[in-house]
């Protein structure tokens, strides 16, 4: 994938963030149809610049309908912390690149943070609109020489319903890599996913199944540091979730409701301390956990 400027339209810039950069345009051409502006966002990184394409601002779209088609508050303490991850350590071996998959990817703003960093990324959301947005931004920020690329659809309730989950296209793919070393969940916690809460549960220890699987044939296994400076067990995808308080969305007994299923499941939720996330000031009601396997 090549990398695309997109800094000379001509747009209006918004400079009063940092290290974000707001960018609209406007097309002439486009201005009779209800789509007349477009939006984009810049966002530095350690790993560089990031320039994702926002979508076209109209009445007729709404965030209740295309939840992916938003820039949500933990797309970016994901980035950020990721980025800080992968920051501090050297890698230049190609055994070192990690398997990173994206479930709920939306923009694609992590997804865009790991393939900077040369890692393998497998982007999915379930928004065939979202899906348009996530490849053009994905095609734009990433250059030759950065790791396997790829986009698919995943709706996670239909997935966990497959007689055969190996033969999804996601799945097929992470058997090459030995599975996922890197699970990404990024603001997929709320009312309106509420239905398939159990599905992810089920899609996640599925995951977890295949790397077992898999990891069998490996002889040494990727150190993968957990927030405690703990490793990973080879035996375990690293899981992270982004997750914002949203009152006028999410009661806490809804909280409650989401974190019982996951102990329930044999897994817990691990607290990643604000002070390792870069910028988390910003982002006061996001809250970022590693779930884990409790055994």
């Known amino acids: ?4 400027g997109y800094d000379n339209r001509g747009g209006e810039k918004d400079t009063s963030m940092r290290p974000e950069t707001t960018y609209s345009w406007v097309n002439p051409k486009l201005q009779t149809s209800g789509f007349e502006r477009r939006e984009y966002k810049r966002i530095q990184f350690g790993c560089g610049s990031i320039l994702l394409h926002k ?11 295309h939840t992916g088609l938003s820039l949500w508050s933990a797309a970016y303490v994901m980035s950020y912390y990721i980025d800080d991850m992968w920051s501090h350590e050297i890698r230049t071996k190609e055994s070192t690149k ?7 990817a939306g923009l694609g703003l992590c997804s865009a943070v790991a393939a900077k ?12 609109q979202a899906l ?7 095609r734009r920020n990433c250059d030759e020489g950065n790791g396997d690329i790829s986009i698919h659809v995943l709706d996670w309730i239909s997935v966990t319903e497959q007689d055969d989950i190996t033969t999804n296209p996601v799945f097929e793919e992470l058997e090459k890599y030995g599975g996922s070393d890197l699970v990404i969940l990024s603001d997929v916690i709320y009312s309106a996913t509420k239905p398939a809460w159990n599905a992810l549960i089920v899609l996640l220890q599925k995951l977890r199944s295949q790397r ?3 990891q069998c044939n490996y002889t040494a296994a990727l150190e993968r540091k957990r927030c405690d400076s703990t490793e990973t067990p080879a035996s375990d995808p690293l899981v992270l979730l982004g997750y914002t308080q949203r009152r006028r969305d999410m009661s806490p007994q809804d909280e409650a409701e989401f974190f019982t299923l996951v102990r329930k499941a044999g897994m817990k939720a691990v607290l990643v301390p604000p002070d390792r996330i870069p910028h988390g000031e910003t982002y006061m009601l996001t809250t970022l956990f590693e779930i884990r396997w409790a055994n």
């Open 117 to 128: 960093h040369g890692m393998n990324v497998i982007s999915t959301d379930s928004d065939s």
């Open 212 to 214: 077992m699987r898999l």
């Open 1 to 4: 994938m090549r990398s695309t």
């Open 98 to 104: 990690w398997t990173v998959l994206d479930l709920g």
């Open 132 to 138: 348009v947005l996530l490849e053009e931004n994905l």
């Open 55 to 65: 979508g076209m601002a109209s009445s007729r779209v709404t965030s209740l309908q």
